[in-house]
């Protein structure tokens, strides 16, 4: 071949291969086009389909709220592919104030997405505590030194060191308050322990008188106090006492506390034989001109009655010396009659008491134990002044060893005056029973009290009833207290 033929195929082999490369390299250029476009297209449709299939998208999975503490599920949605938060439904049966998981539902369209709500109590308790004084015997509770102990669940108290110190002096105690969630609150306070050596203090053991055969419980109305104990112990022996045989009888009490002081008191019970039938005429608020007109009535009938005396009419209280002398009995109404000053306070009305009693005895020469309340023990006017002032005064008179006493027949003198004679009569007549105490009065308005009085006697001495003084021995009616 020639050298000319052979350089012209050489060039036309080169124009070839140089062809084909340029061919194969546009090739590489559409094949890497579409692997980019490939690569592009695919995620994003992949992440289209993913929308559609989960549109719903949560701030969490799980959502942790205090109990009580507001909650708006909806607030849990971050955002809804192809709608707004709005447009979602959402089922859930959570209760706020109930720790707990509940489970929440969320809804748009056809698609769903859950989480859980965790409900929980993650507040301690609030507590307040206070110091505790006791003696060295009991066995205290951490509930003695807790004020206040509040939380959204219950709430268990108890000793941070549960070993309590007995002995006399003052002690630093850790208490704690755990709810039901293991939230805790411990606070400091002291227990002061004093070294009890006071005995307790019995009351309600005053003598006693009553009929043979009458009813009789020995504990009724005795009571047992103590400082530190508050429920001391309380032995009766009424062993010795046979109610059916008039004579003089003990009781003896015996309290005991848990430190191991002791109180002992005897009573003196008073057992009398049977009496017959006896009415007590008794006149309040005198003495007055109408007390003389009393007496001679008294005195002419041969009838004995009682005088409970004010002090309001200082002219007439020669009466209560004539009344003394002529066998009739005085008690003591107050001095002033004032409401409003003797039921102000415990002092006020037993400094009107001694000024009375003082009074009688100067006059008649002896003190006089027996008293009526003004209105009565079961008055309500008392508490315009002094809120339960009866119920104290009807324990501290006796305690002071008077008698009081009440009524169970009421003539109704004091309804106003000039009460019809024959209503006076009718109602003062009404009493029953075997021992009858009737109120009357006989201050100067009641006239028509005085004209009663002669068929009063008439009526009770025709049934077989005796008319005798009070004593401090004698039957005593007491009404209800009401204040």
């Known amino acids: 071949m020639k050298r000319e033929d052979r350089n012209d195929n050489r060039r ?14 546009r090739r590489k250029r559409r094949y890497l086009i579409i692997l980019m476009l490939l690569a592009l297209l695919i995620p994003v449709g992949g992440a289209l389909l993913y929308l559609n299939m989960f549109p719903i998208f949560l701030k969490s999975r799980v959502v942790v709220k205090e109990m009580t503490e507001q909650f708006d599920a909806l607030d849990n949605v971050r955002f809804v592919f192809g709608g707004n938060p709005e447009q979602v439904k959402v089922e859930t049966e959570a209760d706020l104030t109930k720790p707990g998981d509940y489970p929440i539902r969320y809804t748009y369209g056809k698609r769903q997405a859950s989480a859980v709500l965790q409900v929980r109590d993650l507040t301690p308790p609030e507590l307040s505590v206070r110091s505790y004084t006791t003696d060295e015997v009991e066995e205290v509770k951490p509930e003695q030194f807790v004020e206040k102990a509040e939380d959204l669940s219950k709430v268990t108290l108890s000793f941070v060191d549960p070993e309590i110190r007995k002995e006399a002096g003052a002690w630093k105690i850790r208490i704690a308050a755990e709810d039901e969630s293991g939230n805790r609150t411990e606070k400091e306070t002291e227990l002061i322990r004093v070294k009890d050596e006071n005995g307790p203090r019995i009351s ?5 008188v009553l009929v043979a055969g009458e009813g009789f419980d020995a504990k009724e109305a005795v009571s047992v106090e103590d400082d530190m104990d508050p429920v001391p112990l309380l032995e009766v022996d009424d062993s010795n006492l046979d109610l059916s045989v008039p004579g003089t009888y003990y009781v003896d009490y015996r309290a005991k506390d848990r430190s191991g002081n002791q ?30 007109k009393v007496l001679d009535i008294l005195k002419k009938e041969n009838v004995k009655a009682t005088f409970f005396v004010t002090g309001n009419n200082p002219k007439y209280n020669y009466l209560m010396k004539r009344a003394k002398e002529e066998g009739h009995a005085i008690g003591l109404h107050t001095y002033t009659h004032d409401y409003s000053r003797v039921y102000s306070s415990e002092k006020a009305y037993f400094d009107d008491l ?6 009688v005895e100067k006059t008649t020469g002896e003190r006089s134990k027996l008293l009526r309340f003004p209105g009565g023990s079961s008055n309500l006017v008392s508490a315009k002044y002094t809120k339960g002032i009866m119920s104290s005064l009807t324990k501290k008179v006796r305690e002071k060893g008077y008698q009081y006493f009440d009524w169970n027949c009421d003539s109704t003198d004091a309804a106003g005056n000039n009460v019809p004679v024959e209503t006076l009569v009718k109602n003062a007549s009404s009493g029953q029973g075997k021992q009858i105490n009737i109120l009357m009065h006989d201050t100067d308005a009641k006239d028509t009290t005085v004209a009663a009085l002669p068929k009063i006697i008439e009526s009770y001495r025709s049934r077989g009833y005796t008319f005798r003084e009070l004593t401090a021995d004698s039957f005593a009616p007491q009404h209800k207290v009401n204040n």
Do not use: C, M, W
């Not at 036309?12 to 390299?25: A, E, I, M, V």
């Not at 309600?204 to 006693?208: A, C």
């Not at 006896?278 to 007390?291: K, R």
């Open 354 to 359: 001694q000024k009375i009693s003082d009074l």
């Open 204 to 208: 309600g053991t005053e003598d006693r």
């Open 263 to 292: 109180t002992e008191v005897r009573r003196k019970i008073v057992v009398k034989k049977k009496e017959e039938k006896v009415v007590y005429l008794t006149f309040d608020d005198g003495p007055s001109a109408n007390t003389e």
């Open 12 to 25: 036309d082999h080169n124009l070839r291969n140089s062809s084909f490369r340029k061919t194969r390299r």
